[in-house]
């Protein structure tokens, strides 16, 4: 079991900017792809991105795709998420996860990933 802790959420104008974080405890994450997701109020929870455990490749929903960055530290077991350019579509709880070697599911797919952590809330105003 890995605990996540997600962190960085806000208030921002659109346009503007954050980072999230994505700190664990209990087992280091380089050996383990992580994911974004977010979810807004009555919306199923979205994918947003990964990152994969070997070379750091990171892949995105076409939605958030050339706004968003995951990166990864794997010295501080610390997953980010940098969001640029946000617009007010954007606003969720975002959440960070593990993923599992359940290969029958896609990396796109919440049933791939365990762990959640409790998400940070982010809004963006319009």
């Known amino acids: 079991q890995v605990q996540l802790v997600e962190s960085g959420g806000g208030l921002v104008q659109a346009g503007g900017s954050l980072r999230l974080s994505c700190a664990a405890s209990?087992?280091?994450?380089?050996?383990?792809?992580m994911g974004w997701f977010r979810q807004a109020p009555g919306k199923e929870r979205e994918y947003v991105g990964h990152?994969?455990?070997?070379?750091?490749?990171?892949y995105y929903s076409d939605s958030v795709k050339g706004r968003f960055t995951i990166s990864r530290d794997n010295a501080k077991n610390t997953v980010y998420l940098q969001m640029n350019s946000l617009k007010p579509q954007d606003t969720a709880v975002y959440y960070c996860a593990v993923m599992i070697g359940l290969h029958t599911k896609g990396p796109r797919d919440a049933a791939r990933y365990s762990d959640w952590g409790q998400g940070t809330q982010v809004t963006v105003s319009s």
């Open positions: 990152i994969a455990s070997g070379d750091g490749s990171a």
């Open positions: 209990g087992r280091t994450l380089s050996s383990y792809g």
